[in-house]
């Protein structure tokens, strides 16, 4: 299925950047009404991190058992492969789009071999997803502690555990997959350990009542847990890992209602794996580069300001998905839809119109009852390493707020190199702003990836100044 920008017009009506649902969406979609479409991904199959599924060379049987709406992806991806056997669709796997230049010009890091590559198009339609937001404590650099999307990960694309016995912490609903997957496939899950309190959605009842079945995905996880003998503990978290060669055991204590944890309250958990996560972030570093507009989410986050039409505030990009706020796969399929139409000139359909508002009226519910507290920072030694790529622990961080001034993280970044290592703060990011007593900022960066300075010496030189 795969097919190289040389099989592709010179110049294309829409690039699409991330095959995840989103962007897989979309490309079907916007072929469907007639546009010519390269749709360019990082990895290696369409699908993107929720739709993650195993390499056919590990002879999985039956690979929609690990997913939850296997069949919106399937026909997604049976749709692409139409499109591109008939030439409407150009798929480019192995495509890393570090940086997008007005016009619009993709540039792109290819293959293993870190080829450069560039696509032209009239417009562009980032589906960039999301990463883990992860809040550091003591022991989280140990082996055998991973994030929970990556325990995920493993599991839907290598059919690989983290451990034998794996504690699932954080917060948000994706724990809930997470540790029903784990225990389905053989793992044991003493516990779920959830920050947030439950009792945060009743504010939010009319958007869950009109979304009866993400109440049923939930009851089905709810189910799961308690058919496998997991233990939910709500308003808990995990303060520290134990261990010497990898993760032995955890201490999880009870929170109070700005999340800090109540003396007296902690217990240890024997466990080999932790699996923790703290909901996602949207990735917008293509967009931010380009000057999108950006807005607060409820979860503390930040997303792009999209229209009705999923047009950023930058004419002629288009985005979908979790740039927009954090939402889940389904409405990540429905934006994708409605941002093609509107790419075409097409009134949006508004069966697909309803059907996102409703479904980012649950978001917005879910982003706000499972918003990080302030008191986290509670369970942070000042030996904690908070950024992992420079090894900045949590005390250096504070000393720069409180002793040399910094008010934000990108000055905490310049004194202490907070930031700077190989993921550029996606790790860190929240938490060392939080640490500044700020909320996160997007970055605008000029590259979303590392590059091979051969790639920026073939660029063209921008011309001079009068």
């Known amino acids: 299925m795969t097919t ?12 699409v950047v991330g095959a995840g649902p989103a962007g897989l969406a979309a490309a079907v979609a916007a072929a469907g009404l007639g546009l010519r479409v390269v749709l360019l991904d990082a990895g290696e199959r369409p699908g993107g991190q929720y739709f993650r599924h195993p390499a056919p060379g590990l002879g999985a049987a039956r690979p ?4 939850h709406g296997w069949s919106a992806f399937a026909s997604r991806e049976a749709a692409l492969r139409g499109h591109v056997a008939a030439g409407r669709i150009t798929y480019l796997p192995y495509h890393h789009v570090w940086t997008v230049t007005p016009g619009w010009t993709l540039h792109a890091v290819a293959g293993p071999e870190e080829a450069a590559a560039t696509v032209r198009a009239r417009a562009v339609l980032l589906a960039t997803g999301a990463y883990e937001r992860q809040l550091p404590f003591p022991g989280w650099t140990l082996p055998g502690v991973v994030g929970a999307g990556g325990a995920q990960a493993m599991l839907k694309g290598g059919l690989v555990l983290p451990g034998s016995r794996v504690v699932v912490a954080g917060s948000g609903p994706l724990l809930l997959a997470v540790a029903g997957s784990l225990a389905a496939a053989g793992a044991r899950v003493p516990a779920v350990v959830e920050a947030a309190a439950y009792t945060g959605y009743a504010a939010h009842v009319p958007a869950l009542l009109r979304n009866p079945g993400k109440l049923a995905e939930g009851a089905t996880y709810g189910g799961a847990l308690v058919r496998h003998g997991v233990r939910l503990l709500a308003r808990h978290a995990v303060t520290e890992a134990h261990g010497t060669d990898r993760v032995e055991a955890v201490t999880v204590a009870r929170l109070d209602r700005e999340w800090r944890p109540l ?3 902690a217990r240890r958990i024997p466990c080999d794996a932790v699996a923790v996560g703290h909901g996602l972030v949207p990735q917008l570093e293509l967009a931010t580069g380009l000057g999108c507009a950006t807005r607060p989410s409820p979860d503390g986050t930040v997303a792009l300001e999209l229209d009705a039409g999923q047009r950023t505030s930058v004419p002629g990009v288009w985005s979908a998905g979790e740039t927009g706020g954090i ?16 790419v075409a000139g097409r009134a949006v359909p508004a069966r697909l119109a309803r059907t996102r508002t409703r479904l980012r009226a649950f978001a917005a519910a879910m982003a706000g009852a499972h918003r990080p507290g302030p008191g986290w920072t509670g369970w942070l030694r000042e030996d904690t390493d908070v950024c992992r790529c420079e090894e900045v622990p949590a005390g250096r961080i504070r000393e720069a707020v409180e002793d040399l001034g910094a008010r934000d993280a990108r000055t905490v970044k310049l ?16 938490a060392v702003a939080a640490l500044a007593g700020g909320e996160p900022a997007a ?12 790639h920026l010496a073939g660029l063209p030189a921008e011309p001079e100044l009068p």
């Open 327 to 342: 939402g889940g796969a389904q409405l990540a399929l429905v934006e994708g839809e409605i941002a093609a139409h509107s």
């Open 4 to 15: 190289s920008p040389s099989d592709s017009p010179s110049v294309t009506d829409l690039a």
């Open 415 to 430: 004194l202490t190199r907070a930031g700077m290592g190989w993921c550029q703060g996606r790790m860190c990011g929240p």
């Open 263 to 265: 003396p007296g309250t």
């Open 443 to 454: 970055d605008r960066r000029p590259l979303s990836c590392p590059v091979p300075l051969g």
């Open 64 to 67: 929609e058992a690990l997913h």
